[in-house]
Protein backbone atom coordinates (compact mmCIF):
# COMPACT_ATOMS: atom_id res chain seq x y z
CA UNK A 1 0.00 0.00 0.00
CA UNK A 2 2.63 2.50 0.88
CA UNK A 3 4.50 1.64 -1.89
CA UNK A 4 1.65 2.23 -4.22
CA UNK A 5 1.02 5.67 -3.24
CA UNK A 6 4.09 7.52 -4.66
CA UNK A 7 3.53 5.93 -7.62
CA UNK A 8 -0.16 7.14 -8.01
CA UNK A 9 0.82 10.63 -6.78
CA UNK A 10 3.67 10.34 -9.14
CA UNK A 11 0.67 9.11 -11.95
CA UNK A 12 -1.20 12.51 -11.14
CA UNK A 13 1.51 14.76 -11.02
CA UNK A 14 2.23 13.78 -14.36
CA UNK A 15 -1.41 13.59 -15.62
CA UNK A 16 -1.58 17.23 -14.25
CA UNK A 17 1.44 18.48 -15.86
CA UNK A 18 0.55 17.00 -19.67
CA UNK A 19 -3.51 18.30 -19.78
CA UNK A 20 -1.64 21.54 -18.44
CA UNK A 21 1.03 21.75 -21.35
CA UNK A 22 -2.10 20.51 -24.10
CA UNK A 23 -4.49 22.87 -22.74
CA UNK A 24 -2.05 25.95 -22.89
CA UNK A 25 -0.85 25.37 -26.54
CA UNK A 26 -4.90 25.03 -27.58
CA UNK A 27 -5.80 27.85 -25.57
CA UNK A 28 -3.00 30.36 -26.93
CA UNK A 29 -3.77 28.49 -30.41
CA UNK A 30 -7.62 29.45 -30.23
CA UNK A 31 -7.59 32.33 -27.97
CA UNK A 32 -9.06 34.50 -30.71
CA UNK A 33 -12.58 32.73 -30.63
CA UNK A 34 -12.01 31.29 -26.89
CA UNK A 35 -11.34 35.26 -25.97
CA UNK A 36 -15.23 35.95 -26.96
CA UNK A 37 -16.10 32.88 -25.93
CA UNK A 38 -16.99 31.99 -29.53
CA UNK A 39 -16.69 28.09 -27.97
CA UNK A 40 -15.80 25.05 -30.16
CA UNK A 41 -18.82 23.62 -30.57
CA UNK A 42 -22.10 24.46 -30.62
CA UNK A 43 -23.63 22.33 -27.47
CA UNK A 44 -20.82 23.99 -25.97
CA UNK A 45 -21.66 27.20 -26.18
CA UNK A 46 -25.55 26.25 -25.37
CA UNK A 47 -24.64 24.40 -22.55
CA UNK A 48 -23.13 28.12 -21.77
CA UNK A 49 -26.30 29.84 -22.21
CA UNK A 50 -28.15 27.59 -20.45
CA UNK A 51 -25.75 28.08 -17.19
CA UNK A 52 -26.18 31.48 -17.49
CA UNK A 53 -29.84 31.50 -17.82
CA UNK A 54 -29.59 29.44 -14.51
CA UNK A 55 -27.68 31.92 -12.63
CA UNK A 56 -29.51 34.71 -14.35
CA UNK A 57 -32.98 33.49 -12.32
CA UNK A 58 -34.26 30.57 -14.51
CA UNK A 59 -35.69 28.04 -11.90
CA UNK A 60 -33.12 24.99 -11.29
CA UNK A 61 -35.21 22.67 -13.21
CA UNK A 62 -36.48 24.82 -16.07
CA UNK A 63 -34.16 22.96 -18.29
CA UNK A 64 -36.23 25.11 -21.35
CA UNK A 65 -34.36 27.20 -24.19
CA UNK A 66 -37.04 30.10 -24.14
CA UNK A 67 -35.42 31.93 -27.00
CA UNK A 68 -35.48 28.89 -29.44
CA UNK A 69 -37.83 27.51 -32.28
CA UNK A 70 -41.75 28.32 -31.85
CA UNK A 71 -42.40 29.85 -28.30
CA UNK A 72 -39.43 27.92 -26.71
CA UNK A 73 -37.89 24.11 -26.49
CA UNK A 74 -37.14 21.79 -23.97
CA UNK A 75 -33.78 20.89 -23.84
CA UNK A 76 -33.24 16.74 -23.80
CA UNK A 77 -29.76 17.79 -20.90
CA UNK A 78 -29.82 17.64 -17.73
CA UNK A 79 -28.50 19.98 -14.88
CA UNK A 80 -25.62 17.94 -13.48
CA UNK A 81 -22.98 18.95 -15.76
CA UNK A 82 -23.76 22.67 -15.05
CA UNK A 83 -22.43 22.50 -11.64
CA UNK A 84 -19.09 22.55 -12.25
CA UNK A 85 -18.96 25.38 -14.60
CA UNK A 86 -21.53 26.84 -12.69
CA UNK A 87 -20.04 27.13 -9.85
CA UNK A 88 -16.72 28.48 -11.13
CA UNK A 89 -18.45 31.56 -12.73
CA UNK A 90 -20.50 32.30 -9.20
CA UNK A 91 -17.57 32.10 -7.27
CA UNK A 92 -15.21 34.33 -10.07
CA UNK A 93 -17.66 36.74 -11.12
CA UNK A 94 -17.22 39.12 -8.09
CA UNK A 95 -13.84 39.13 -8.34
CA UNK A 96 -13.20 39.24 -12.26
CA UNK A 97 -16.34 40.17 -13.57
CA UNK A 98 -19.17 37.84 -15.98
CA UNK A 99 -16.80 37.88 -19.09
CA UNK A 100 -13.38 36.82 -16.91
CA UNK A 101 -15.30 33.99 -14.46
CA UNK A 102 -16.70 32.11 -17.97
CA UNK A 103 -14.04 32.70 -19.52
CA UNK A 104 -12.10 30.68 -16.51
CA UNK A 105 -14.87 28.31 -15.94
CA UNK A 106 -14.97 27.26 -20.29
CA UNK A 107 -11.18 26.90 -20.09
CA UNK A 108 -10.60 25.67 -16.55
CA UNK A 109 -13.26 22.49 -16.40
CA UNK A 110 -11.98 21.30 -19.23
CA UNK A 111 -8.79 20.73 -18.24
CA UNK A 112 -9.63 19.37 -14.73
CA UNK A 113 -11.64 16.26 -16.54
CA UNK A 114 -8.37 16.10 -19.18
CA UNK A 115 -6.34 15.63 -15.81
CA UNK A 116 -9.22 13.04 -14.40
CA UNK A 117 -9.17 10.60 -18.15
CA UNK A 118 -5.48 10.77 -17.80
CA UNK A 119 -5.09 9.49 -14.33
CA UNK A 120 -7.87 6.86 -14.77
CA UNK A 121 -6.31 6.01 -18.04
CA UNK A 122 -2.94 5.67 -15.97
CA UNK A 123 -4.84 3.62 -12.85
CA UNK A 124 -6.31 1.50 -15.62
CA UNK A 125 -2.87 0.84 -17.51
CA UNK A 126 -1.42 -0.06 -13.75
CA UNK A 127 -3.79 -2.67 -13.29
CA UNK A 128 -3.67 -4.00 -16.33
CA UNK A 129 0.18 -4.95 -15.47
CA UNK A 130 1.71 -1.87 -18.43
CA UNK A 131 2.98 1.62 -17.77
CA UNK A 132 0.78 4.36 -15.88
CA UNK A 133 3.16 7.12 -17.48
CA UNK A 134 3.41 5.36 -21.39
CA UNK A 135 -0.58 5.11 -21.02
CA UNK A 136 -0.97 8.82 -20.17
CA UNK A 137 0.94 10.36 -22.64
CA UNK A 138 -0.31 7.42 -25.10
CA UNK A 139 -3.90 9.04 -23.70
CA UNK A 140 -3.20 12.50 -24.08
CA UNK A 141 -2.63 11.99 -27.34
CA UNK A 142 -5.52 9.57 -28.25
CA UNK A 143 -7.19 11.35 -31.28
CA UNK A 144 -10.80 12.23 -31.54
CA UNK A 145 -10.90 11.66 -27.53
CA UNK A 146 -8.85 14.55 -26.39
CA UNK A 147 -10.98 17.01 -28.61
CA UNK A 148 -13.48 16.75 -26.15
CA UNK A 149 -11.46 18.21 -23.57
CA UNK A 150 -10.23 21.35 -25.71
CA UNK A 151 -10.61 24.97 -23.95
CA UNK A 152 -14.00 25.73 -24.37
CA UNK A 153 -15.63 22.37 -24.46
CA UNK A 154 -17.95 22.36 -21.48
CA UNK A 155 -20.77 20.39 -22.87
CA UNK A 156 -21.31 16.68 -21.02
CA UNK A 157 -19.38 14.59 -23.33
CA UNK A 158 -15.63 15.17 -21.58
CA UNK A 159 -17.58 14.52 -18.14
CA UNK A 160 -18.98 11.13 -19.32
CA UNK A 161 -16.03 9.96 -20.47
CA UNK A 162 -14.59 10.20 -17.00
CA UNK A 163 -17.48 8.64 -15.38
CA UNK A 164 -17.11 5.77 -18.22
CA UNK A 165 -13.41 5.63 -17.30
CA UNK A 166 -14.05 4.99 -13.42
CA UNK A 167 -16.71 2.57 -14.68
CA UNK A 168 -13.83 0.40 -16.43
CA UNK A 169 -11.31 0.96 -13.40
CA UNK A 170 -14.26 -0.09 -11.29
CA UNK A 171 -14.30 -3.43 -13.21
CA UNK A 172 -10.74 -4.97 -13.03
CA UNK A 173 -9.00 -6.94 -10.35
CA UNK A 174 -10.85 -8.38 -7.41
CA UNK A 175 -14.30 -7.44 -6.91
CA UNK A 176 -15.65 -5.64 -3.41
CA UNK A 177 -18.71 -3.94 -2.10
CA UNK A 178 -16.95 -0.53 -2.89
CA UNK A 179 -16.10 -1.00 -6.35
CA UNK A 180 -19.53 -1.94 -7.24
CA UNK A 181 -20.72 0.91 -5.68
CA UNK A 182 -18.42 3.13 -7.57
CA UNK A 183 -19.23 1.42 -11.28
CA UNK A 184 -23.22 1.71 -10.17
CA UNK A 185 -22.78 5.24 -9.35
CA UNK A 186 -20.80 6.02 -12.24
CA UNK A 187 -23.26 4.76 -14.64
CA UNK A 188 -26.20 6.20 -13.58
CA UNK A 189 -24.71 9.37 -13.36
CA UNK A 190 -23.64 8.90 -17.11
CA UNK A 191 -27.18 7.82 -18.01
CA UNK A 192 -28.70 11.32 -15.66
CA UNK A 193 -26.11 13.64 -18.32
CA UNK A 194 -27.19 11.95 -21.40
CA UNK A 195 -28.40 8.87 -22.89
CA UNK A 196 -25.50 8.18 -25.37
CA UNK A 197 -22.99 6.07 -23.28
CA UNK A 198 -26.36 3.27 -22.81
CA UNK A 199 -24.67 1.18 -24.99
CA UNK A 200 -21.35 1.26 -23.56
CA UNK A 201 -23.05 1.41 -20.07
CA UNK A 202 -25.20 -1.96 -20.96
CA UNK A 203 -21.46 -3.60 -21.90
CA UNK A 204 -20.44 -2.69 -18.37
CA UNK A 205 -23.71 -4.48 -16.97
CA UNK A 206 -22.62 -7.42 -19.18
CA UNK A 207 -19.13 -7.74 -17.84
CA UNK A 208 -20.20 -7.65 -14.52
CA UNK A 209 -23.03 -10.46 -15.35
CA UNK A 210 -20.27 -12.65 -16.65
CA UNK A 211 -18.02 -12.18 -13.88
CA UNK A 212 -20.94 -12.77 -11.35
CA UNK A 213 -21.57 -16.06 -13.16
CA UNK A 214 -18.06 -17.55 -13.03
CA UNK A 215 -18.65 -16.83 -9.06
CA UNK A 216 -15.11 -15.45 -8.45
CA UNK A 217 -14.46 -14.37 -4.99
CA UNK A 218 -15.67 -10.71 -4.60
CA UNK A 219 -17.98 -10.58 -7.48
CA UNK A 220 -21.38 -11.05 -5.57
CA UNK A 221 -20.48 -8.14 -3.50
CA UNK A 222 -19.42 -6.16 -6.87
CA UNK A 223 -22.62 -6.84 -8.44
CA UNK A 224 -24.73 -6.00 -4.96
CA UNK A 225 -23.04 -2.75 -4.48
CA UNK A 226 -23.25 -1.82 -8.27
CA UNK A 227 -26.96 -2.62 -7.79
CA UNK A 228 -27.60 -0.40 -5.01
CA UNK A 229 -25.34 2.31 -6.33
CA UNK A 230 -27.36 2.22 -9.80
CA UNK A 231 -30.88 2.42 -8.00
CA UNK A 232 -29.86 4.87 -4.99
CA UNK A 233 -28.34 7.33 -7.62
CA UNK A 234 -31.16 7.21 -9.97
CA UNK A 235 -34.10 8.19 -7.21
CA UNK A 236 -32.07 10.79 -5.61
CA UNK A 237 -31.53 11.45 -9.29
CA UNK A 238 -34.81 11.51 -9.56
CA UNK A 239 -36.04 13.73 -6.72
CA UNK A 240 -33.24 16.50 -7.42
CA UNK A 241 -32.60 16.97 -10.94
CA UNK A 242 -35.77 16.45 -12.34
CA UNK A 243 -36.59 18.92 -15.23
CA UNK A 244 -39.44 20.87 -16.99
CA UNK A 245 -39.32 18.22 -19.35
CA UNK A 246 -39.87 15.09 -16.97
CA UNK A 247 -43.09 14.20 -19.32
CA UNK A 248 -41.71 14.63 -22.45
CA UNK A 249 -42.92 11.52 -24.11
CA UNK A 250 -38.96 10.42 -25.56
CA UNK A 251 -35.92 8.35 -24.36
CA UNK A 252 -33.87 10.99 -25.50
CA UNK A 253 -32.29 12.55 -21.70
CA UNK A 254 -32.79 12.36 -17.85
CA UNK A 255 -36.76 12.27 -18.64
CA UNK A 256 -39.58 9.81 -17.50
CA UNK A 257 -39.14 7.60 -19.63
CA UNK A 258 -35.58 6.78 -19.53
CA UNK A 259 -35.84 6.86 -15.60
CA UNK A 260 -38.07 4.40 -15.31
CA UNK A 261 -36.27 2.06 -17.83
CA UNK A 262 -33.28 2.40 -15.83
CA UNK A 263 -34.13 1.82 -12.62
CA UNK A 264 -36.25 -1.43 -13.45
CA UNK A 265 -32.91 -1.84 -15.06
CA UNK A 266 -31.13 -1.73 -11.82
CA UNK A 267 -33.52 -4.72 -10.42
CA UNK A 268 -31.24 -7.08 -12.13
CA UNK A 269 -28.14 -6.76 -10.75
CA UNK A 270 -29.67 -6.69 -7.00
CA UNK A 271 -31.91 -9.77 -7.91
CA UNK A 272 -28.78 -11.51 -9.08
CA UNK A 273 -26.74 -10.54 -5.77
CA UNK A 274 -29.43 -11.59 -3.34
CA UNK A 275 -29.55 -14.90 -4.92
CA UNK A 276 -25.99 -15.77 -5.48
CA UNK A 277 -25.21 -17.52 -2.80
CA UNK A 278 -27.93 -20.03 -3.22
CA UNK A 279 -26.41 -20.84 -6.82
CA UNK A 280 -23.49 -22.50 -7.09
CA UNK A 281 -24.05 -24.34 -10.38
CA UNK A 282 -22.12 -22.79 -13.63
CA UNK A 283 -25.04 -23.84 -15.92
CA UNK A 284 -27.69 -22.48 -13.29
CA UNK A 285 -26.24 -19.23 -12.74
CA UNK A 286 -25.73 -18.34 -16.22
CA UNK A 287 -29.50 -19.99 -16.67
CA UNK A 288 -30.84 -17.12 -14.17
CA UNK A 289 -28.67 -14.51 -15.05
CA UNK A 290 -30.18 -14.99 -18.73
CA UNK A 291 -33.78 -15.16 -17.86
CA UNK A 292 -33.77 -13.01 -15.17
CA UNK A 293 -31.48 -10.41 -17.73
CA UNK A 294 -34.16 -10.79 -20.71
CA UNK A 295 -37.39 -10.31 -18.10
CA UNK A 296 -35.65 -7.16 -16.92
CA UNK A 297 -35.30 -5.72 -20.12
CA UNK A 298 -39.25 -6.66 -21.55
CA UNK A 299 -39.88 -5.05 -18.37
CA UNK A 300 -38.32 -1.91 -18.84
CA UNK A 301 -39.12 -1.79 -22.91
CA UNK A 302 -42.78 -2.56 -21.93
CA UNK A 303 -43.22 0.17 -19.69
CA UNK A 304 -41.00 2.37 -21.60
CA UNK A 305 -41.31 1.90 -25.10
CA UNK A 306 -40.48 5.53 -26.01
CA UNK A 307 -36.51 4.07 -25.32
CA UNK A 308 -36.78 1.82 -28.62
CA UNK A 309 -36.75 4.91 -30.59
CA UNK A 310 -34.06 6.78 -28.29
CA UNK A 311 -33.94 10.37 -30.35
CA UNK A 312 -37.96 10.13 -29.70
CA UNK A 313 -38.58 9.52 -33.64
CA UNK A 314 -36.73 13.06 -35.97
CA UNK A 315 -38.90 13.88 -38.45
CA UNK A 316 -38.05 12.29 -41.21
CA UNK A 317 -37.48 15.11 -43.54
CA UNK A 318 -35.11 16.84 -40.71
CA UNK A 319 -33.20 13.12 -41.14
CA UNK A 320 -32.94 13.04 -44.39
CA UNK A 321 -31.78 16.71 -44.96
CA UNK A 322 -30.24 17.68 -41.60
CA UNK A 323 -29.09 15.10 -39.41
CA UNK A 324 -27.77 13.08 -41.92
CA UNK A 325 -25.21 15.66 -42.88
CA UNK A 326 -23.59 16.16 -39.44
CA UNK A 327 -20.42 14.40 -39.61
CA UNK A 328 -20.29 12.90 -36.33
CA UNK A 329 -23.80 11.24 -36.91
CA UNK A 330 -22.45 9.40 -40.09
CA UNK A 331 -22.20 6.15 -39.47
CA UNK A 332 -18.42 5.05 -40.30
CA UNK A 333 -19.00 3.39 -44.05
CA UNK A 334 -21.01 6.78 -45.29
CA UNK A 335 -18.36 8.98 -43.73
CA UNK A 336 -15.67 10.85 -45.98
CA UNK A 337 -12.05 8.89 -45.95
CA UNK A 338 -10.57 11.30 -43.89
CA UNK A 339 -13.12 11.34 -41.40
CA UNK A 340 -12.78 7.40 -41.21
CA UNK A 341 -9.47 7.31 -41.05
CA UNK A 342 -9.25 10.05 -38.29
CA UNK A 343 -12.22 8.61 -36.01
CA UNK A 344 -11.93 4.87 -36.18
CA UNK A 345 -7.70 5.00 -36.72
CA UNK A 346 -6.68 4.90 -33.44
CA UNK A 347 -9.61 2.55 -32.14
CA UNK A 348 -8.62 -0.35 -34.49
CA UNK A 349 -5.21 -0.44 -33.51
CA UNK A 350 -5.82 -0.21 -30.07
CA UNK A 351 -8.61 -3.00 -30.51
CA UNK A 352 -6.12 -4.89 -31.97
CA UNK A 353 -3.64 -4.18 -29.67
CA UNK A 354 -5.83 -4.93 -26.93
CA UNK A 355 -6.48 -8.53 -27.95
CA UNK A 356 -2.89 -8.86 -28.92
CA UNK A 357 -2.11 -8.18 -25.36
CA UNK A 358 -4.58 -10.46 -23.87
CA UNK A 359 -3.36 -13.36 -25.76
CA UNK A 360 0.47 -12.58 -24.99
CA UNK A 361 -0.41 -11.97 -21.75
CA UNK A 362 -2.91 -14.57 -21.14
CA UNK A 363 -4.50 -12.31 -18.72
CA UNK A 364 -8.58 -12.92 -18.82
CA UNK A 365 -8.96 -9.42 -17.45
CA UNK A 366 -7.41 -7.28 -20.91
CA UNK A 367 -10.92 -8.68 -22.61
CA UNK A 368 -12.86 -6.02 -20.39
CA UNK A 369 -11.57 -3.09 -21.77
CA UNK A 370 -11.46 -5.17 -25.16
CA UNK A 371 -15.50 -5.38 -24.57
CA UNK A 372 -15.59 -1.63 -24.45
CA UNK A 373 -13.92 -0.94 -27.14
CA UNK A 374 -15.78 -3.64 -29.20
CA UNK A 375 -19.00 -1.74 -28.31
CA UNK A 376 -17.24 1.60 -29.47
CA UNK A 377 -16.87 -0.19 -32.50
CA UNK A 378 -20.02 -1.44 -33.21
CA UNK A 379 -21.77 2.14 -32.21
CA UNK A 380 -19.12 3.68 -34.31
CA UNK A 381 -20.51 1.60 -37.32
CA UNK A 382 -23.79 3.56 -37.02
CA UNK A 383 -22.38 6.87 -35.79
CA UNK A 384 -18.52 7.90 -35.60
CA UNK A 385 -19.07 9.57 -32.67
CA UNK A 386 -18.67 6.23 -30.55
CA UNK A 387 -15.10 6.06 -31.73
CA UNK A 388 -14.18 8.23 -28.83
CA UNK A 389 -14.32 5.97 -25.67
CA UNK A 390 -12.56 3.21 -28.10
CA UNK A 391 -9.69 5.83 -28.57
CA UNK A 392 -9.11 6.60 -25.05
CA UNK A 393 -9.78 3.20 -23.92
CA UNK A 394 -6.89 1.86 -26.38
CA UNK A 395 -4.29 3.66 -23.93
CA UNK A 396 -3.17 0.85 -22.28
CA UNK A 397 -2.39 -1.66 -24.61
CA UNK A 398 -0.65 0.55 -26.89
CA UNK A 399 1.63 1.41 -23.68
CA UNK A 400 2.00 -2.72 -23.58
CA UNK A 401 2.73 -3.18 -27.13
CA UNK A 402 5.10 0.01 -26.46
CA UNK A 403 6.96 -1.45 -23.69
CA UNK A 404 7.27 -4.55 -26.13
CA UNK A 405 8.80 -2.46 -29.41
CA UNK A 406 11.29 -1.33 -26.71
CA UNK A 407 12.84 -4.63 -26.10
CA UNK A 408 13.05 -4.87 -30.32
CA UNK A 409 14.89 -2.07 -31.12
CA UNK A 410 14.88 1.67 -32.35
CA UNK A 411 12.70 1.00 -35.39
CA UNK A 412 10.11 -1.35 -33.39
CA UNK A 413 10.13 0.78 -31.01
CA UNK A 414 9.37 4.12 -33.92
CA UNK A 415 6.81 2.14 -35.35
CA UNK A 416 4.97 1.52 -32.09
CA UNK A 417 5.13 4.93 -31.18
CA UNK A 418 3.34 6.17 -34.51
CA UNK A 419 0.43 3.76 -34.18
CA UNK A 420 -0.39 4.42 -30.77
CA UNK A 421 -0.24 8.63 -31.36
CA UNK A 422 -3.48 9.63 -32.54
CA UNK A 423 -3.32 12.84 -34.12
CA UNK A 424 -1.20 10.43 -36.46
CA UNK A 425 -4.90 9.39 -37.94
CA UNK A 426 -6.18 12.53 -38.82
CA UNK A 427 -3.50 13.63 -40.95
CA UNK A 428 -3.50 10.56 -42.56
CA UNK A 429 -6.89 10.63 -43.34
CA UNK A 430 -6.09 14.31 -44.87
CA UNK A 431 -3.03 13.22 -46.70
CA UNK A 432 -4.74 9.91 -47.82
CA UNK A 433 -8.29 11.05 -48.90
CA UNK A 434 -9.00 12.51 -52.20
CA UNK A 435 -8.94 16.46 -51.79
CA UNK A 436 -12.61 16.95 -52.41
CA UNK A 437 -13.10 15.39 -48.86
CA UNK A 438 -11.15 17.13 -46.49
CA UNK A 439 -13.12 19.61 -45.00
CA UNK A 440 -12.58 23.48 -46.07
CA UNK A 441 -14.03 26.34 -44.01
CA UNK A 442 -17.33 27.50 -44.92
CA UNK A 443 -17.81 31.29 -45.68
CA UNK A 444 -19.29 32.83 -43.17
CA UNK A 445 -17.74 34.07 -40.32
CA UNK A 446 -20.08 33.50 -37.32
CA UNK A 447 -18.44 36.06 -34.86
CA UNK A 448 -18.70 38.62 -37.45
CA UNK A 449 -22.40 38.01 -37.98
CA UNK A 450 -23.31 37.49 -34.73
CA UNK A 451 -21.43 40.72 -33.48
CA UNK A 452 -23.53 42.72 -36.03
CA UNK A 453 -26.95 41.01 -34.98
CA UNK A 454 -26.16 41.76 -31.34
CA UNK A 455 -26.49 45.43 -31.70
CA UNK A 456 -29.56 45.29 -33.66
CA UNK A 457 -33.30 45.92 -31.79
CA UNK A 458 -34.50 42.28 -30.37
CA UNK A 459 -36.38 40.48 -32.50
CA UNK A 460 -36.54 36.57 -34.08
CA UNK A 461 -33.59 35.61 -36.38
CA UNK A 462 -34.04 32.74 -38.95
CA UNK A 463 -30.32 31.59 -39.97
CA UNK A 464 -28.32 28.61 -40.18
CA UNK A 465 -28.79 25.66 -37.90
CA UNK A 466 -25.11 25.83 -36.11
CA UNK A 467 -24.73 30.10 -35.98
CA UNK A 468 -28.23 29.90 -34.38
CA UNK A 469 -26.79 28.05 -31.22
CA UNK A 470 -24.07 30.78 -31.33
CA UNK A 471 -26.43 33.42 -31.51
CA UNK A 472 -28.55 32.65 -28.62
CA UNK A 473 -25.30 33.06 -26.36
CA UNK A 474 -23.78 35.93 -28.12
CA UNK A 475 -26.94 37.95 -28.83
CA UNK A 476 -30.19 38.79 -27.18
CA UNK A 477 -32.22 37.66 -30.59
CA UNK A 478 -34.53 34.48 -30.34
CA UNK A 479 -33.39 31.85 -33.21
CA UNK A 480 -35.91 29.88 -35.24
CA UNK A 481 -33.41 26.95 -35.80
CA UNK A 482 -30.48 25.63 -33.94
CA UNK A 483 -29.69 21.71 -33.87
CA UNK A 484 -31.13 19.79 -31.69
CA UNK A 485 -33.56 17.07 -32.84
CA UNK A 486 -36.21 18.33 -30.02
CA UNK A 487 -36.65 21.95 -32.06
CA UNK A 488 -38.82 19.83 -34.82
CA UNK A 489 -41.24 22.95 -35.48
CA UNK A 490 -38.46 25.56 -35.65
CA UNK A 491 -35.78 23.57 -37.80
CA UNK A 492 -38.97 22.31 -40.44
CA UNK A 493 -39.70 25.92 -40.51
CA UNK A 494 -36.22 27.15 -41.67
CA UNK A 495 -36.13 25.09 -44.81
CA UNK A 496 -39.28 25.43 -45.23
CA UNK A 497 -39.14 29.05 -45.51
CA UNK A 498 -36.00 28.96 -47.46
CA UNK A 499 -37.26 26.38 -50.19
CA UNK A 500 -40.38 28.07 -50.70
CA UNK A 501 -41.14 30.85 -53.72
CA UNK A 502 -40.45 34.37 -52.73
CA UNK A 503 -44.14 35.38 -52.21
CA UNK A 504 -45.31 32.31 -49.98
CA UNK A 505 -42.10 32.77 -47.90
CA UNK A 506 -43.44 36.32 -47.19
CA UNK A 507 -46.23 35.34 -45.36
CA UNK A 508 -44.39 32.28 -43.48
CA UNK A 509 -42.33 34.62 -42.30
CA UNK A 510 -44.75 37.18 -40.71
CA UNK A 511 -46.73 33.95 -39.41
CA UNK A 512 -43.45 33.11 -37.61
CA UNK A 513 -42.94 36.81 -36.85
CA UNK A 514 -39.42 36.93 -38.18
CA UNK A 515 -37.73 40.14 -37.98
CA UNK A 516 -34.49 39.20 -39.65
CA UNK A 517 -32.92 36.56 -42.45
CA UNK A 518 -29.01 35.37 -42.46
CA UNK A 519 -28.01 33.56 -45.49
CA UNK A 520 -24.05 32.79 -45.45
CA UNK A 521 -22.14 31.70 -48.47
CA UNK A 522 -21.40 27.86 -47.72
CA UNK A 523 -24.44 27.39 -44.96
CA UNK A 524 -27.54 25.19 -45.96
CA UNK A 525 -25.37 22.88 -48.39
CA UNK A 526 -27.69 20.21 -46.55
CA UNK A 527 -30.38 21.34 -49.62
CA UNK A 528 -28.51 20.28 -52.46
CA UNK A 529 -29.34 21.69 -55.73
CA UNK A 530 -32.22 24.53 -54.90
CA UNK A 531 -35.25 24.84 -56.58
CA UNK A 532 -35.32 27.49 -59.15
CA UNK A 533 -37.90 29.09 -57.63
CA UNK A 534 -37.41 29.28 -54.08
CA UNK A 535 -36.44 31.79 -51.54
CA UNK A 536 -33.05 30.85 -51.19
CA UNK A 537 -32.44 30.29 -54.73
CA UNK A 538 -33.44 33.84 -55.42
CA UNK A 539 -31.35 34.97 -52.60
CA UNK A 540 -28.23 33.31 -54.10
CA UNK A 541 -29.38 34.77 -57.32
CA UNK A 542 -28.93 38.38 -56.70
CA UNK A 543 -32.77 38.59 -56.78
CA UNK A 544 -33.90 40.15 -53.36
CA UNK A 545 -37.70 40.76 -52.92
CA UNK A 546 -39.17 44.01 -51.39
CA UNK A 547 -39.99 42.81 -48.16
CA UNK A 548 -36.36 41.87 -47.46
CA UNK A 549 -33.92 44.88 -46.66
CA UNK A 550 -30.30 44.00 -46.72
CA UNK A 551 -28.44 45.25 -43.68
CA UNK A 552 -25.64 47.81 -45.24
CA UNK A 553 -22.00 46.34 -44.63
CA UNK A 554 -22.75 43.14 -45.66
CA UNK A 555 -20.08 41.31 -48.11
CA UNK A 556 -19.97 38.16 -50.45
CA UNK A 557 -19.82 35.71 -47.63
CA UNK A 558 -22.77 36.83 -45.59
CA UNK A 559 -25.52 38.94 -45.64
CA UNK A 560 -27.75 39.90 -42.92
CA UNK A 561 -31.44 40.62 -44.25
CA UNK A 562 -34.40 42.64 -42.03
CA UNK A 563 -37.59 41.87 -43.29
CA UNK A 564 -40.20 44.38 -43.48
CA UNK A 565 -43.82 43.57 -41.67
Same mark, same amino acid.
Not at 310 to 330: F, K, M, S, T
Not at 333 to 346: D, F
Not at 363 to 392: C, D, H, N, T
Given at each position: ????RPRIWRDAALAFAVALLLSAVWAIRDWAALSTLHLPDTDDVVRLQQIRDWLGGQAFGDL? +??????????????????????????????????????????????????????????????????????????????????????????????????????????????????????????????????????????????????????????????????????????????????????????????????????????? &????????SSFLTVLRVRLAVAGLLCTAVVVAALALSPACLRPYGGVDPVLARIWLANVAE &? +????????????????????????????????????????????????????? +???????????????????????????????????????????????? &????????????????????????????????????????????????????????????????????????????? +??????????????????????????????????????????????????????????
Amino acid at each position: MDSARPRIWRDAALAFAVALLLSAVWAIRDWAALSTLHLPDTDDVVRLQQIRDWLGGQAFGDLA +QHRLGLGGVEMHWSRLPDLAPAAIIALLTPLTGAHGAELAAVTVWPGLLFVATLVLTGSIARALGVSAPVAIVVGALAYPANTLFLPGRIDHHGLQMVLLLLLVRALLRRGSWLKGVVAGVASAASLIIGMETAPLLAAGGAVLTIRWIAARPGEAARMAGYGLGLSAALAAAGLLLRTSGWDYPACDGFAAPAWRAAQIGAL &APLALAAVSSFLTVLRVRLAVAGLLCTAVVVAALALSPACLRPYGGVDPVLARIWLANVAE &A +QPLSAAPLAHAIGYAGLLLAGLGATLWMARRSGKVEWLIPGGFQLMSLLIALV +QLRGAYAGAILAAPALAGLIAVARERGTPALAAAWIASAGLVYPIAGA &ALAPESEVETTAGCDARSVLSTLAPLPNGTVAMPMDAGAYALAATPHSVLAAPYHRNTAGNRALYRLLLSGPEAASG +QAARLGLDYLVDCKGAYAELGTLPPGSLLAALRGGKVPPWLRPLPGGSDSARIYTIAR
